[in-house]
């Protein structure tokens, strides 16, 4: 997103890019992909091989590098998910741009990828800066909303230390937190997929990051369970097969 940027929504060439007519293709390749990649063919050549079979764009090759993964892959982290309203007391770990980007993609009309595992991720970019939005606000609210009815506790988010301004969104998250009394520690991390992932034996990971979905024990989609609690109606692109 560059400086001027006031939106995380959609991008200009997104409308034609992920259209009904280009969806049986994209839902082909990302079977394709899911084949080889459960063939221990190397996700880099895969993808390449297969977006050249099916001559994609840069754009559907990042939408199939982050929604695809293997059957075994899939059916493992299906096994491991809870829903959004199943907290019951539980410890949540909260990968924090990983489910702000997504709720603020989605209020802005950004394209939301439900990917083979069924997860909810998006296709902004930070590019190793995190910039305040216009739907930042409303997305931490509906996150919190849903955390709260959920009934998780307690609840920690771990923000990317090595990206620019990290302190500011922990800082947001905070101020956030204290106004709606909300329990929340928030803290920065080098490597917060490392942290979420030690914590997650005892604690369910919010995330849909593929690392840290085959490494922890339990997870939710916590984008998918605020927004779908919401008066929101986002532009879901299904790549799973009908």
């Given amino acids: 997103m560059s400086p001027s940027q006031k939106h995380r929504g959609r991008h200009p060439a997104d409308s034609e890019l992920f259209d009904e007519s280009a969806l049986a293709e994209l839902r082909a390749a990302a079977g394709d992909l899911a084949w080889l990649l459960g063939r221990s063919y190397q996700e880099r050549s895969a993808l390449k ?6 001559q994609l764009r840069g754009r559907q090759r990042e939408a ?3 929604a695809a993964a293997s059957d075994a892959q899939v059916a493992e982290r299906r096994g491991r998910r809870i829903e959004a309203v199943d907290g019951g007391g539980r410890p949540l770990v909260v990968d924090a741009l ?14 939301i990828l439900v990917g083979l595992d069924g997860a909810w991720r998006d296709l902004a970019s930070v590019h190793g800066t995190w910039r305040r939005v216009a739907e930042t606000d409303k ?16 609840v920690t988010w771990f923000v990317d230390r090595p990206v ?13 937190a204290a106004e709606r009394g909300w329990v929340w520690e928030v803290e920065t991390a080098m490597s917060p997929d490392r942290e979420i992932v030690a914590a997650a034996p005892a604690a369910i990971a919010a995330t849909s990051d593929s690392w840290i ?19 929101i109606e986002p532009w879901i692109v299904d790549l799973r097969s009908l």
């Fill in 139 to 154: 997305a931490i609210e509906l996150l919190g909303a849903s955390i709260a009815a959920a009934k998780f506790s307690p």
């Fill in 164 to 176: 620019s301004n990290s302190g500011r969104l922990a800082a947001r998250l905070r101020d956030r």
């Fill in 64 to 66: 199939l590098s982050r």
């Fill in 213 to 231: 979905l085959d490494n922890c024990s339990a997870w939710v989609d916590l984008p998918h369970g605020a927004i779908g609690g919401s008066d």
């Fill in 49 to 54: 091989l297969v977006g050249d079979r099916y």
């Fill in 98 to 111: 990983n489910c702000l980007i997504t709720v603020e993609a989605a209020i802005a009309g950004g394209l």
